[in-house]
Nanobody
Framework: QVQLVESGGGLVQPGGSLRLSCAASGSIFSINSMGWYRQAPGKQRDLVAA???????NYADSVKGRFTISRDNAKNTVYLHMNSLKPEDTAVYYC??????????WGQGTQVTVSS
């Protein structure tokens, strides 16, 4: 079955940087879009950034200019480079991978905490 393994979360000071990774495995089908969502305590899960199979990207307004999403198709991996982190970026970050044939799958989530 499909597995998504996330890594790279942690504690960082305001203004710092982190890179999240999400590696997908277990499917014979090709991946369409890949993305990152986040959920803060008491809030809904919202899209942070997404990247299509063709490389087109989409970002939440709150992270534009600070976060960059990228993917390595050979490794079925999506990355989220986060710079100039703010306390309001604190959340659990989830990756989502959408396969052309079998639909979407979620990662287990990784905690990002921005605090001094």
């Amino acid at each position: 079955q499909v597995q998504l393994v996330e890594s790279g979360g942690g504690l960082v000071q305001p203004g710092g940087s982190l890179r999240l990774s999400c590696a997908a495995s277990g499917s014979i089908f090709s991946i369409n879009s890949m993305g990152w969502y986040r959920q803060a305590p008491g809030k809904q899960r919202d899209l942070v950034a997404a990247i299509s199979s063709g490389g087109s990207t989409n970002y939440a307004d709150s992270v534009k200019g600070r976060f960059t999403i990228s993917r390595d198709n050979a490794k079925n991996t999506v990355y989220l480079h986060m710079n100039s982190l703010k306390p309001e970026d604190t959340a659990v970050y989830y990756c989502k991978v959408d396969y052309w044939v079998t639909g979407g799958y979620w990662g287990q989530g990784t905690q990002v905490t921005v605090s001094s």
